[in-house]
């Protein structure tokens, strides 16, 4: 595993105490996959790696990855946006980098095939509330395709194993009509990373034109506190997206 990855094992394995988690249980080396916190430990149960561009990529369309990269910072919840939410009042990551948008099922969406696209994450730590935000922008796919493919996704399994453990799927979660976006889903899941602490989280995606963003959530440890959170901390997203 990559220096970066374990970096996120460390900050996200921290979390998980933070956010009240079981004490007495193991949480786990920083070299395994996922925090028991919420999403993110080693690219949390659910970070996805970060992407290498592929020969056929570099075929593509000519796309301006500078602009790219100072889009999904943008659209980034504010470094002090979640402290009237209960939040850590700046994130404990805050950098540029690209990201695959979601393994769900095993399946990514089909825009990150060719990875055009830059994305940028924010990462928050605080007693009761972890929050992990990354965005992504595109330079050609739209967003609005990509959040349906990953509600396409959530149909196809109930339960599937990744590089870091296993999740288990508990349902989608019913988010408002935010305004100015142009399609979301929220759902919840159980995910089990490999020598750590079983752990309950929220994933919302919202999109807006040629980008999205996407929020993972802990908060308490049953799928009733996490759904609550994730509308919550979803609203912030949508905020920051619209205004990009």
Request: aromatic content about 4%.
């Amino acid at each position: 595993m990559s220096d970066r990855l374990a970096y996120l094992a460390l900050v996200l394995c921290g979390a998980l105490l933070a956010a009240g988690c079981d004490a007495g249980s193991p949480v786990g080396s920083a070299t395994t996959g996922s925090p028991p916190a919420t999403s993110a430990t080693t690219a949390p149960s659910g970070t996805p790696a970060a992407a290498t561009p592929t020969p056929e990529a570099s075929r593509g369309p000519v796309v301006d990855m500078a602009l790219l990269r100072r889009r999904a910072a943008a659209a980034q919840i504010p470094p002090g946006g979640l402290v009237v939410l209960g939040g850590a009042r700046k994130p404990k990551l805050d950098e540029a980098d690209t990201f695959g948008t979601a393994d769900v099922c095993g399946r990514y969406p089909a825009a990150d095939a060719d990875r055009l696209h830059a994305s940028h994450i924010r990462v928050w730590a605080a007693t009761g509330l972890w929050v992990r935000n990354i965005t992504h922008a595109y330079g050609t796919a739209k967003g609005v395709d990509v959040v349906q493919q990953v509600r396409a996704n959530l149909g196809a399994c109930t339960k599937y194993k990744s590089w870091d453990g296993e999740t288990t799927l508990l349902g989608e979660v019913t988010l408002p009509a935010y305004p100015g976006l142009d399609q979301r889903v929220a759902y919840c899941h159980r995910s089990k990373p490999a020598g750590q602490t079983t752990y309950i989280a929220c994933d919302a995606y919202l999109a807006k034109g040629t980008m999205i963003s996407t929020v993972r959530v802990l908060s308490g440890a049953t799928r009733a506190s996490n759904a609550d959170a994730v509308v919550i901390v979803a609203a912030a997203s949508a905020a920051a997206l619209v205004e990009a």
